[in-house]
T-cell receptor, first 107, second 116 residues
Framework: DAKTTQPTSMDCAEGRAANLPCNHS???????VYWYRQIHSQGPQYIIH???NNETNEMASLIITEDRKSSTLILPHATLRDTAVYYC????????FGAGTILRVKS | EAGVVQSPRYKIIEKKQPVAFWCNPI?????LYWYRQNLGQGPELLIR????????DSQLPKDRFSAERLKGVDSTLKIQPAELGDSAVYLC??????????????FGPGTRLLVL
């Protein structure tokens, strides 16, 4: 199965870290893990991607387990504008988005 | 730098009518993708082009859907005839190379299609 598995929804308090998990237990060795988010009525926006090592950019951090079967996207200080659907996505021969996690950041 | 441009943004048609969507990718991006996104679901890949060549169209319903990317730049996705179940958002994305090798995809705003 080329899909990923994510929780349907999560809540996070404003200013706190948001930790979004993704399961990709059948990922193959040359497939990257990508994270995108989608705000209502807009196209998906790239956040971060990685292969084996943990990654960090100005938006988020990506933690990939050693066996690469799962990963966690971390938004270190969530704001109300981070409320969106977050998609975990395996880049390989088949480009497949999961169902996504609805993240609600609350004040 | 201009992003991925799509038109129209919205389209309402009656079933059995034809419809076409247009996409202009980011300048210099060789790879172009068309996705369909049903309500409450993630995007599903319909077709991927590398330059003019469709390298993955396995999810494209070929009985009614067609796509072209003449000259390897902009692209058109067509549905003929449209069915009620085709109501969805059609997203176009582009990347410098192919995502399996680690290239980031940039998405357009999408075309929201409603078939009545």
């Amino acid at each position: 199965d080329a899909k990923t598995t994510q929780p349907t929804s999560m809540d996070c308090a404003e200013g706190r870290a948001a930790n979004l998990p993704c399961n990709h237990s059948t990922i193959s060795g040359n497939e990257y893990v990508y994270w995108y988010r989608q705000i209502h009525s807009q196209g998906p926006q790239y956040i971060i991607h990685g292969l084996k090592n943990n990654e960090t950019n100005e938006m988020a951090s990506l933690i990939i387990t050693e066996d690469r079967k799962s990963s966690t996207l971390i938004l270190p200080h969530a704001t109300l504008r981070d409320t969106a659907v977050y998609y975990c996505f395996r880049g390989g021969n088949k480009l497949v988005f999961g169902a996504g996690t609805i993240l609600r950041v609350k004040s | 730098e201009a992003g991925v441009v799509q038109s129209p943004r919205y389209k309402i048609i009656e079933k059995k009518q034809p419809v076409a969507f247009w996409c202009n990718p980011i300048s210099g991006h060789n790879t172009l993708y068309w996705y369909r996104q049903n309500l409450g679901q993630g995007p599903e890949l319909l077709i991927r082009y590398e330059n003019e060549e469709a390298v993955d169209d396995s999810q494209l319903p070929k009985d009614r859907f067609s796509a072209e990317r003449l000259k390897g730049v902009d692209s058109t996705l067509k549905i003929q005839p449209a069915e009620l179940g085709d109501s969805a958002v059609y997203l176009c994305a582009s990347s410098l190379g192919a995502a399996p090798r680690g290239e980031t995809q940039y998405f357009g705003p999408g075309t929201r299609l409603l078939v009545l």
